[in-house]
């Protein structure tokens, strides 16, 4: 992820799942803790070490997993 100094957050799917009144948005998850970190103190959402737990903890219906891999 790199820093655009242009935009106060990074342009991500984040932003438009918060506006959508239809979706909550539970938690975040990336291979990189610190990345998960970064998005859980910027978009003021819960971050986890694994994917596992984000699943179990927040009973999810739908995931959306965003990778460049």
Do not use: Q, W
Request: charged share 30%; proline share 3%; net charge positive.
């Amino acid at each position: 992820m790199k820093k655009d100094f242009r935009r106060i957050k990074p342009a991500t799917h984040i932003g438009a799942i918060k506006k959508n009144p239809n979706f909550k948005l539970c938690g975040v998850y990336d291979l990189d803790n610190s990345k998960s970190k970064y998005f859980e103190k910027i978009f003021n959402v819960k971050s986890y070490y694994n994917l596992n737990d984000l699943l179990n903890s927040t009973k999810s219906r739908i995931c959306c997993s965003c990778s460049t891999l």
